[in-house]
T-cell receptor, first 114, second 112 residues
């Protein structure tokens, strides 16, 4: 079955560490997205990519980095510059941006700073 | 800019009650409209969508009608169940190079 796989489901980070969250899709979608969700909060866009080797900053890109070397993969690195990284991270994809295409979401990664 | 406004939650209902979650939007063009549902600890799932004025999206007993004159896309269900307890997000999509715009979500709790 096609879908989006996020891993790991739970991730613990020590202060000052960089960690990378994985997002893989086998839907042949062009566009991919990373969102951050805090308890009781809505979704905030971190980065998105409409095509391989290209990506744009969202509303809260500071302290995060991404790459899009392959169509099916869009990993997110949470760097030590992100001072408050504890949150639920969601990856999504869509055939192409805009119009009537909805997003398909992964099941999320919960990141906790210890 | 483009935006989506949802009613603030949480909404608490008894089982079999009628549900309405209000959603209004501001957009420069003619958006497609979506409702997503998020169950605890999971990602979002597409619940229903409508792509033009007067379209009605429906799924699992939920309905929403695209009202251009009132710029609204209210979510309704005639008889909620405990299993409908979740967070519901309204969203809009415009053609072009902009990501989906989400509302802040409305938490629904249904009690037996």
């Amino acid at each position: 079955d096609g879908g989006i796989t996020q891993s790991p489901k739970y991730l613990f980070r020590k202060e000052g560490q960089n960690v990378t969250l994985s997002c893989e899709q086998n839907l042949n979608h062009d566009a991919m997205y990373w969102y951050r969700q805090d308890p009781g909060q809505g979704l905030r866009l971190i980065y998105y990519s409409q095509i391989v080797n290209d990506f744009q900053k969202g509303d809260i890109a500071e302290g995060y980095s991404v790459s899009r070397e392959k169509k099916e993969s869009f990993p997110l690195t949470v760097t030590s510059a992100q001072k408050n990284p504890t949150a639920f991270y969601l990856c999504a994809s869509t055939p192409r941006q805009g119009g009537a295409y909805g997003y398909t979401f992964g099941s999320g990664t919960r990141l906790t700073v210890v | 800019g483009d935006s989506v406004t949802q009613m603030e939650g949480p909404v608490t209902l008894s089982e079999e009650a009628f549900l309405t979650i209000n959603c209004t939007y501001t957009a420069t063009g003619y958006p497609s409209l979506f409702w997503y549902v998020q169950y605890p600890g999971e990602g979002l799932q597409l619940l229903l969508k409508a792509t033009k004025a007067d379209d009605k999206g429906s799924n699992k007993g939920f309905e929403a009608t695209y009202r251009k004159e009132t710029t609204s896309f209210h979510l309704e269900k005639g008889s909620v169940q405990v299993s409908d307890s979740a967070v519901y997000f309204c969203a809009l999509s415009l053609s072009g190079n902009t990501p989906l715009v989400f509302g802040k979500g409305t938490r629904l709790s249904v009690i037996a």
